[in-house]
């Protein structure tokens, strides 16, 4: 009974263990059906190891290890190599082959010196080639280390070259000082996600369900990620979030190797799409702005699609709200440069609106941060005041301007007390929206015509102006009533990629 107790123990474990390792298979693509096969095989294995019965009485735990064993680590490391396996890895590789060369050396060296006559001789030859082997594997591995070194400095020299190419690109602006309060749009790249997790909120996306439907679904679509500059005349340079930088998106390995491999394992290398002169540095460049200049980022919360960028700003004030940075989703080495850099707000303005506690940053009204927890533990929005009316950066309390018809669209939220914050910040957003016709909602991953559209070319030069604003707000009544609700031919619809297609679209109908 305690055996097949002891048995059952190393099968939950084992079952576990490989269940988690289908699953990032399946998030770095990895075909089903070679899913199907090579679990099959795996199962197999183990359960042939424990209980070598199940193939027949001719098995044993030996031809199960030479036969499925076999097959089963081959296919493992065949796997690794083609789906998870990145440059930095190659001198741990070396090392645990060495190691395992020369354990399989001393092993065989024991077995020799118990035998005797020709199997003696056996046993010594394969210690004195077990031992070769590992000392040479050895060898690489501390030889490859530099190697890995130098390859990581070609692929961060590549990345400069590019973005010094694309600053020095024709069309180019001349930054305009005239005393107006501007902000511009910036789109860092794309990333991307599943529709579900994007549109499916009310379709049992969420909490941990929906987490794990992300690792798993195929049905993704391409969407923006959006910081924004704002020029102030009196307080200077401020950035709201700060985008993905050419990292994340060009060497997606070699920045998410720095915890570990566990947001390697986690994360698809494509996540992130970018080009050379969607880089933020690149993009303030061509504004007529220096990203040195920046001196404040505030910083809606700390997801690594809002906090990359902050690579390229060692020098900034980064904002945020303490509980998301004790308590949110952090990357540190996102943050390594400017952890030392990092202000609180005490949200002790007293009410804004409908939000019972806010904090004027300035003093003087001109920037309001308003808490908005729920999709993390402390997201907060932005709202600016300008010449012509306001603007509210939005984070991701909603990505889109239809998600503001919150009980007809939603994004993916964390469940519980969490989706309930969420929710209530949302309709405190709606409130604050409806008491302010010159207010207009600016969002980090809109992909609608809203963003693409309408607040491009409003805020192309910085400054939307009265008739601007108004337009922006007269689009909005086109998408949403009074109640927030959708209008007709606004609600989203997944568009499956065409053959040959790795990727969805959206409609809205």
Known sequence: MLKVLGKIGLLVPAFAVGTAWLVVLRTKDVPVPLLVVYGLLLAGAVAGLLWPGVFGRPATRRRVRAY????AGLGTLGLYLAVVYYVTDLPVLLALAAVTCLAWAAVAFLRGRRAAGGREARSTRRAFLSGGAGLALGALGVLSVDRVERQRREVLARGEQERRAAVRAPGGRRRIDDGAVRVFPIHTGDTIVTYGQFYGGLDGWEGLNGYLRTLVDKAQIAVPVFAYLIDHPRHGLLLVDSGVNWEQAHDHDGYYNHN??????????????????????????RLGYDAREI?????????????????????????LDRRDWEHGTVYPYSFDLVKDNLSFPAFDSGAFGPFPAAQDHFGDGSLVL?????????????????????????????????HLATDQVRQMTIGGA????????????QSLLAADPATVPLFAHDNTRYQSGLVASAFAHGTPGEEGVRELRRYMDTVLTPGWRLQPGHTPHFVPPPSGADLGRVEFR
């Open 260 to 285: 570990q491999m566990v947001s390697r394992l986690l994360t698809q290398r494509d996540e992130y799409r970018l080009t050379p002169d969607q880089d933020l540095r690149v993009r303030l460049a």
């Open 418 to 429: 969490d989706t309930t914050r969420q929710l209530d910040a949302a309709r405190r957003i």
């Open 370 to 402: 308003l808490p908005t927890p729920g999709h993390s533990p402390g997201h907060m929005c932005v709202l600016l005041r300008l010449d012509s009316g306001s603007v509210l950066f939005m984070g991701d309390t909603l990505y889109t301007l239809p």
């Open 68 to 71: 499925l064993g076999v097959l």
């Open 295 to 319: 001196t404040t980022v505030f910083l809606t919360h700390v997801h690594d699609d809002h906090a990359g960028g902050l690579r390229g700003l060692p020098q900034a004030t980064v904002v």
